[in-house]
């Protein structure tokens, strides 16, 4: 089989062509959301909306209704009561992550558990690209644009806000409201890449590649093109490695994402780990040699 056949025979099937679609959608609003979470240090809070929103695809199933509805209202829920319990009690940020998303995420579970259905819920929390229908589609390209456009047009005070909260209030500028902003996009987001990877690796294509454009860039506006870019294209290879293995498609998204950070990380010109490497032994060599040439008489 050659490579042409490689590629397009999967795009004969409806279903392929909608996975595709929906995955690169996914995988291009959150790497651009995630280029902010890595500054802000948000990655746990990523997890936290991303488990978080179980119980509320559930219900909505329940209920009849889209379970991006019932996804976008829990997340924001889980938002809402980490920042209350933050700022009303004595507990710490990252244990109030801990306490509302595990708590929201075990509600979600005991749901499941207790509803009775003819459809397999367990794809919720492993996600079921594959199966993704037209109306399906239609949703998370609606909430993908929204994200994206309002990511692009606040990226000049997002970015900000990651890098300086307090000379953005200087200027006039809320920090806390944009802070309230990047939360809701986060839970926007997390609804859009809900269907693809599920509930569990949500969090992997939230993080995975802005942590990998931050090693390969020191420019932000460069992490904000890079980011995008490599996580369509992992997105794209991993869900044809899904149809040609018949093995998880959303397991292979992320870890397509998670074996090329693996290279960045290890090879990055600037900030890989045998460059650092390299530059440690040179700067030793050069020690040695001027103390060598020191001690000379």
């Known amino acids: 089989m050659n490579l042409y056949s490689l590629v397009i025979e999967p795009l004969h099937y ?27 240090g948000w990655s746990l809070m990523g997890d936290a909306v991303s488990h978080a929103v179980l119980p509320g695809v559930v219900i909505a199933y329940i209920a009849g209704i889209p379970f991006a509805a ?35 995420f075990a509600l979600g579970l005991v749901l499941i558990s207790t509803t009775p259905s003819h459809t397999d819920l ?24 929204i994200a994206f456009a309002v990511l692009i047009a606040k990226r000049r005070d997002l970015t900000l806000y990651a890098f300086d909260p307090t000379h953005a ?3 006039g500028l809320s920090p806390r409201a944009l ?17 693809v990877v599920g ?3 949500v969090v992997a294509m939230l993080i995975i590649p ?11 506006n460069r992490m904000l093109l890079i ?19 018949d093995a998880s498609s959303g397991g292979l998204v992320v870890l397509v994402q998670g074996v090329v950070f693996t290279g960045v990380y290890l090879f990055s010109p600037s900030h890989g780990l045998i460059a650092k490497s390299r530059q440690h032994r040179r700067t030793n060599d050069q020690w040695k040699r001027h103390s060598a040439e020191a001690q000379v008489p």
């Open 122 to 145: 367990n794809h919720i929390i492993f996600g079921n690209i594959l199966g993704v229908s037209t109306s399906d589609l239609q949703q998370v390209a609606l909430l993908a644009v």
């Open 179 to 195: 802070g309230a902003l990047l939360l809701a996009l986060l839970a926007l987001t997390t609804v859009v890449a809900l269907q």
């Open 70 to 104: 019932g996804a976008l209202v829990f997340g924001f829920i889980a938002v809402a009561a980490i920042g209350i319990l933050r700022g009303t009690s004595r507990i710490k940020e990252d244990a109030a992550i801990g306490i509302v998303f595990t708590t929201l």
């Open 14 to 40: 409806e279903f392929m062509i909608r996975a595709l679609t929906t995955t690169v959608l996914a995988a291009i609003v959150c790497a651009l959301l995630s280029c902010w979470l890595i500054l802000v």
């Open 227 to 245: 980011a995008p870019i490599m996580s369509a294209l992992s997105s794209v290879l991993g869900i044809y490695l899904s149809y040609w293995l």
């Open 210 to 220: 802005g942590a990998t454009a931050h090693l390969l860039t020191d420019r932000f």
């Open 169 to 171: 209030y200087a200027i």
């Open 199 to 201: 509930v569990i690796l």
